[in-house]
């Protein structure tokens, strides 16, 4: 049976555009399915499936009142949201094999939403004029496949030509790679890492192998916590060894890997087993140190890399993340366990061999942490304090042991 692909976009604008990308993807014997998202008109270069109105009408609008109003922000809001629903349930009905479209900054919004809330592995391509840059606010959380257009969307030209040629080349290459094999671990589980809590998570992960668990690791980084969450709710992963919760440091302190205010929220909704440990809550991140803001001026920072730039958080700080992990943990439906190491939350955080200090070492800060958990903690909920630092095999260890014991119950 021919794969089935959904190409979405403004058929009014981009008449020619699409066709040169419809023809494409027809010659490598692929089925078409076409989503026009233009609000104007429409395009008779080629047939279209589902027609610009009933995007509108998904989207609590109609056309005629769109084109009436000329309030282009008003007109993309209707389509983005009316798309998202008509690709929704066009998915439901036709299980179509792959999604892709093209646009300007207005367009990739609309051809995006589209995509977002399709299953992980669905192939999905936006060749978009904003593809170089943050594309965040595009691609959220979903595995979208941004290819930079170079030129504007606007005519077929030899540069174009290229580009879309090589779109639809990685979109047939998708469609026909082998499907991966299906896991035989009994259960799945979901872990957080960061780059300071790379030993721990690695000899956790290696020891739950060896026990028959599949284990999903996740870099904390906003979306890497975001996404996780996700798949908690959608009941992905049986159970969450979230060693690495630092997204709530940039929460709080305003850093750039804010995971947002649900974070840790998901397993204790689900009821899944969930381990909690406040790895690298040493640590707010930033971007380059010119993007710091100005009232945290004073404050102690490493530069991690040429991108990145790490403030120590205070006992203060910590305190408060403590509090707020309590009344997480407070409302979970499943088991729910702390392990916290009393040698520090990260690399930085920690003493050497040499007994030397690192730049983040603040055992006030640390102990700020265990004093704001426990004074708002439910008394039947376990916090079990480890003598070692975080990269401490002794930590990983107990770690896994506390784990499997969360599992088993």
């Known amino acids: 049976m021919a794969n089935k692909v959904v190409v979405v976009g403004a058929f009014d604008t981009k008449g020619a555009e699409y066709k040169f990308l419809i023809d494409l993807i027809q010659s490598q014997g692929i089925q078409v399915i076409t989503v026009n998202t233009g609000v104007m008109a429409s395009t008779d270069l080629f047939p279209v499936n589902v027609e610009a109105n009933a995007v509108a009408a998904a989207g609590g609008s109609d056309l005629d009142s769109l084109r009436k109003a000329n309030d282009r922000g008003q007109a993309i809001t209707v389509m983005s949201q009316g798309v998202a629903k008509v690709i929704k349930e066009l998915y439901d009905k036709e299980k179509f094999d792959g999604i892709i479209g093209m646009g300007g900054t207005a367009g990739t919004n609309v051809v995006t939403s589209a995509m977002q809330f399709l299953p ?26 941004m290819i930079p257009s170079l030129t504007d969307i606007a005519g077929i030209n030899p540069l174009s030509m290229s580009i879309l040629s090589n779109a639809v080349g990685a979109l047939t290459g998708m469609l026909n790679a082998p499907a991966a094999e299906a896991s035989t671990a009994k259960r799945t589980v979901a872990a957080s890492m960061f780059g300071n809590t790379t030993p721990c998570i690695d000899a956790c992960r290696k020891a739950l192998n060896e026990k028959g668990y599949e284990v999903l690791v996740f870099h904390a980084t906003g979306t890497g916590g975001k996404t996780m969450e996700k798949l908690v709710e959608e009941g992905v992963v049986q159970g969450v060894l979230d060693i690495t919760t630092t997204e709530w440091a940039d929460t709080l302190c305003g850093g750039v890997f804010d995971a947002g205010p649900t974070r840790l929220d998901a397993a204790g909704k689900a009821g899944v087993p969930h381990l909690i440990s406040p790895g690298c809550i040493d640590m707010c991140n930033f971007g380059h140190i010119d993007t710091i803001p100005a009232h945290y001026k004073d404050r102690l920072f490493y530069k991690w ?23 997480k943990a407070n409302k979970a439906k499943g088991k729910v366990a702390f392990i916290i190491p009393l040698q520090g939350y990260s690399m930085l955080d920690s003493r050497n061999g040499k007994n030397e200090a690192q730049v983040f070492w603040n055992p006030d800060a640390d102990r700020a942490f265990i004093e704001g958990l426990t004074s708002k903690l439910r008394s039947n909920i376990k916090v079990e304090l480890v003598d070692a630092n975080i990269n401490d095999p002794k930590f990983s260890a107990r770690a896994v042991e506390m784990f499997l014991e969360l599992m088993e119950e």
Request: proline share 8%; with cysteine; glycine share 8%.
């Open 120 to 145: 992980y592995g669905l192939p999905k391509i936006c060749i978009s004029t904003v593809a170089s840059g943050d594309v965040s606010p595009y691609v959220g959380i979903s595995d979208i496949i």
């Open 305 to 327: 890399n040429p991108q990145v730039t790490l403030m120590r958080t205070t006992p203060e700080e910590n305190r408060k993340i403590g509090e707020i992990f309590a009344e």
